[in-house]
T-cell receptor, first 115, second 111 residues
């Protein structure tokens, strides 16, 4: 089945640790996105990538980093510089830049908790 | 910068009612608008996608309309059921090709 897989489903981070959230898609989509969701809030964009080996900061990129070495993978690292990382993280993908009339598909999310 | 607002923030109705959820956006230069459903602790499931050139889309008991010039979309749910209980989010895709989301409407349908 085609889709987006996020892992792990739950993640616990100690103070000062870096952690990496995985996002893999087999939809052959060029564009991938990371969003953060807090209770009662909409989705806020962290990073996005329209093509392999290229990515751009979103609205709340501070304390996060990404890489896009393969088309199907877009991992997100939450660094120790992110002071309030407890949230629900969602990864999405869509067909690339220039093909505007396409829908976005989402993974099932990773819930990150600082302990 | 595009801003998306969803009204109401929460809604509780008895089973069988017809519902209207509202989504408004500030920049009418959009490519499409997408409605999603989110169950607690889960990801987003796409319900309907409306292209900028379309006025509405239908899927089963769901109907979404788009008035791009006024910056509004509505999601109509007919004959609501307890299984419809979830948060409904709308997202617009504009010139940046990046979906911008509202905060959602939390819906409870009670038997």
């Amino acid at each position: 089945d085609g889709g987006i897989t996020q892992s792990p489903k739950y993640l616990f981070r100690k103070e000062g640790q870096n952690v990496t959230l995985s996002c893999e898609q087999n939809l052959n989509h060029d564009a991938m996105y990371w969003y953060r969701q807090d209770p009662g809030q909409g989705l806020r964009l962290i990073y996005y990538s329209q093509i392999v080996n290229d990515f751009q900061k979103g609205d709340i990129a501070e304390g996060y980093s990404v890489s896009r070495e393969k088309k199907e993978s877009f991992p997100l690292t939450v660094t120790s510089a992110q002071k309030n990382p407890t949230a629900f993280y969602l990864c999405a993908s869509s067909i690339p830049l220039g093909q505007s009339n396409t829908e976005a598909f989402f993974g099932q999310g990773t819930r990150l908790t600082v302990v | 910068k595009q801003e998306v607002t969803q009204i109401p923030a929460a809604l509780s109705v008895p089973e069988g009612e017809n519902l209207v959820l509202n989504c408004s956006f500030t920049d009418s230069a959009i490519y499409n608008l997408q409605w999603f459903r989110q169950d607690p602790g889960k990801g987003l499931t796409s319900l309907l996608l409306i292209q900028s050139s379309q006025r509405e889309q239908t899927s089963g008991r769901l109907n979404a309309s788009l008035d791009k010039s006024s910056g509004r979309s509505t999601l109509y749910i007919a004959a609501s059921q307890p299984g419809d209980s979830a948060t409904y989010l709308c997202a617009v895709k504009g010139g940046s090709y990046i979906p911008t989301f509202g905060r959602g409407t939390s819906l409870i349908v009670h038997p």
